[in-house]
């Protein structure tokens, strides 16, 4: 397994940008399919974003498609969520995901399909 350590929230007015970061160790990054994910106290974690082994494909959420950018740096060995145009329904607590894959191509959309997953990072958006 990985470990993985969220930065780069905070809180923001409606309209701004931020860059979440999220930092993984304790094995090889690049066989890691990966994720974001947002909750919110008392509901669900929700899908935001994921990628493949290499970045070659992304796959977002309609709640933040044209919004919302993930990527990586599988030299640096971290996962980034560029999220633009920010409003007060994005705030939540953001999570990084990590799940081994076998195929450059896989992505995973679940929660329920990601074992590795970082503590949080709080997003909050004022209007």
């Known amino acids: 397994q990985v470990q993985m350590v969220e930065s780069g929230g905070g809180l923001v007015q409606a309209g701004d940008s931020l860059r979440l970061s999220c930092a993984v160790s304790?094995?090889?990054?690049?066989?890691?399919?990966m994720g974001w994910f947002r909750q919110a106290p008392g509901k669900e974690r929700d899908f935001v974003a994921a990628?493949?082994?290499?970045?070659?494909?992304?796959y977002n959420a309609d709640s933040v498609k044209g919004r919302f950018t993930i990527s990586r740096d599988n030299a640096e060995k971290t996962l980034y969520l560029q999220m633009n145009s920010l409003n007060s329904g994005d705030t939540d607590i953001y999570y990084c995901?990590?799940?081994?894959?076998?195929?450059?191509?896989?992505?995973?959309?679940?929660?329920?399909?990601?074992?590795?997953w970082g503590q949080g990072s709080q997003v909050t958006v004022s209007s």
């Open positions: 304790g094995s090889t990054f690049s066989r890691y399919a």
């Open positions: 995901a990590a799940q081994r894959a076998d195929w450059s191509g896989t992505y995973y959309v679940r929660r329920d399909q990601y074992d590795s």
């Open positions: 990628i493949t082994l290499f970045g070659g494909t992304t």
